[in-house]
């Protein structure tokens, strides 16, 4: 930014802060409210911020649920259907149907689309897992498997995927960590070894060279310690090494699964987070954004409201830390209402003591408060301090 111009916009700052008349329109541009009216979409647009959800295609037949999803996000994730399990369950037969339908909905809403995900240790074939159970798939023709797998898919939906999540969940949390530390887990780490990653990430390149190649994963909001049992770091470390070795690493997806109950980040944590790996050479996104709540045991609303707000600071506070970052170029909530998100039938404990209202909107699809901050998050702070995303050209 050109020094006049800053000190313009320092000098309208000042004013505003110290109570001038009016809030200066910053360098000539009016100060936008946040109406209750904006979608989330025009707002973020504002910053070049692609703005997400997930999307449940059996939803999708719900009118209401169509016209949010449709209208208030520019990226959309495929929850499920562009899994393996889903898109080939039986060997070496892909059923394309619901992805399709996925993609289908994508375009006609103009939207960009993350795909989800080409390699993950879970939601696999049984074909695929007992196969390999029972030793009737070597570990050689194991190999052969994930590439086809992965070249098959990638070149597929080539052209028409924004972002792929290549691989998903390899690496340990502290909590299940082996000998001390953080290491790589999971069906693919177990019978090929970690050389897998790498593999992933150039067949994914080979068979679309335009997507951007995401590694993503849970736990790794902000840095830790930086020891053994960090797991950003250990991501960090991973995606540094292999980029220098060439590996087509464009992107980290950090999902942002989180709960009030193991209290909140503050946004410069998560704003180094974004900012570290960009100097890495990569771009970061928020990719599976949920909040939630320890319910209590009586909910009233007395009870329920602090929870509420605490949720709605961790939105906040997530979104910031992107903006801080301009490599941060999307920001993707796991579904946006509580009656469908996933963590309703996850193992977060049932009755009044689970936790719960995750998302952005009630089971009514009306606003929470984590929805309202969301859109001051993104009126306010806005351009031109806060300066818009760029996009790196996909890694080679
Ligand atoms: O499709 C079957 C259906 O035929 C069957 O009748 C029904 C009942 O058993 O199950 C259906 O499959 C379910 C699938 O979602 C599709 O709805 C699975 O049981 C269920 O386990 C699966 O849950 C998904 C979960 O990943 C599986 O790990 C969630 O919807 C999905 O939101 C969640 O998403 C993951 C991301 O992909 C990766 N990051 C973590 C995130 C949360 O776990």
New binding site residues.
């Given amino acids: 930014m050109r020094p006049r111009r800053t000190l313009v916009i320092g000098l309208a700052v000042v004013a505003a802060l110290s109570g001038g008349a009016t809030t200066t329109a910053v360098a000539g541009r009016p100060a936008s409210p946040p109406s209750q009216d904006s979608t989330l979409r025009a707002l973020a647009d504002r910053h070049r911020l692609a703005i997400g959800t997930?999307i449940?295609v059996?939803a999708l037949d719900d009118p209401q649920y169509r016209q949010i999803a449709g209208t208030d996000f520019s990226t959309v994730t495929a929850?499920?259907v562009m899994?393996w399990e889903?898109l080939e369950p039986v060997r070496g037969q892909y059923d394309w149907s619901q992805a399709e339908k996925f993609m289908a909905f994508a375009k006609s809403n103009d939207q960009r689309v993350r795909g989800?995900?080409l390699v993950?240790n879970?939601?696999l074939p049984a074909w695929l897992t007992e196969g390999v159970a029972d030793g009737s798939i070597t570990k050689t023709e194991l190999r052969g498997i994930l590439r086809n797998h992965v070249k098959t898919v990638a070149g597929h939906f080539k052209g028409r995927i924004w972002q792929w999540d290549v691989v998903?969940?390899a690496v340990t949390d502290s909590f299940d960590a082996t000998d001390g530390r953080i290491g790589y887990k999971g069906f693919w780490a177990q019978n090929l070894g970690p050389g897998y990653v790498a593999d992933a990430f150039r067949w994914a390149r080979e068979a679309d060279p335009k997507a951007l190649l995401f590694y993503?994963d849970?736990n790794i909001d902000a840095f830790g310690d930086g020891g053994p049992l960090d797991k950003t770091q250990f991501v960090y470390d991973m995606v540094r090494d292999l980029r220098r070795k060439g590996v087509p690493i464009d992107g980290v997806g950090s999902?942002a699964?989180l709960s009030t109950r193991y209290g909140n980040y503050s946004a410069f944590q998560l704003a180094d987070m974004h900012l570290r790996f960009a100097k890495l050479g990569v771009a970061t996104a928020l990719t599976?954004v949920d909040v939630r709540n320890l319910l209590p045991e009586t909910q009233t609303g007395d009870t329920v409201n602090p929870l509420l707000q605490a949720q709605a600071y961790d939105y906040a506070a997530l979104l910031q830390g992107c903006l801080a970052s301009r490599q941060c170029i999307s920001y993707t909530v796991?579904?946006f209402d509580d009656g469908r998100s996933?963590t309703n039938?996850?193992d977060f404990g049932s009755g009044p003591g689970r936790e719960a209202l995750a998302t952005i909107r009630d089971a009514s699809y009306q606003p929470k408060l984590a929805y309202r901050a969301l859109q001051a998050e993104l009126a306010w702070a806005g351009p031109p301090l806060v300066l818009p995303r760029v996009t790196q050209p996909p890694g080679r």
């Fill in positions: 997930a449940d059996d929850e499920n899994k889903v989800h995900v993950w879970n939601q998903n969940e993503n849970y999902q699964h599976e796991w579904g996933w039938t996850w």
